[in-house]
């Protein structure tokens, strides 16, 4: 057993478990999605995606690329939380919680993506 892949996989896995967690909930109601998620699921995101970089396959290079989409969504869903919150007078409206978990609902589906590329690389080698 290969113990960087079973890391590896782990922080996809946990990246994408994090993302589901703070997505579940109604769309516009601050109370059922947690800051502190969000940003576990940015940082769990940001550390699969420096494991990923140095892979030279073209299934490497497409779990960079959508790991890097998961951290853009991600980042952009913290900056429209943190400008909400501190920078103007706006605060949570569920118009602004409904633009931070879209913006989690598509790196949610990045990570899925990140999810499948990385179990078809691993049924490949299998065989």
Do not use: C
Request: glycine share 8%.
């Amino acid at each position: 057993m290969n113990m960087s892949k079973v890391v590896f996989g782990f922080f996809v896995l946990l990246a994408l478990t994090l993302n589901f967690g703070f997505f579940i909930g109604e769309i516009d109601n601050p109370d059922h999605h947690n800051v502190y998620e969000l940003f576990a699921a940015l940082v769990v995101g940001l550390i699969a995606t420096v494991m990923k970089l140095g892979e030279r396959s073209q299934m490497s290079a497409m779990l960079l690329a959508s790991s890097l989409v998961v951290d853009l969504h991600l980042i952009a869903a913290a900056l429209v939380w943190a400008f909400a919150v501190h920078v103007t007078d706006i605060g949570l409206t569920p118009a602004v919680m409904a633009t931070i978990v879209s913006l989690s609902g598509g790196a949610l589906l990045a990570n899925l993506l990140s999810v499948v590329l990385l179990t078809l690389e691993t049924a490949g080698f299998s065989r």
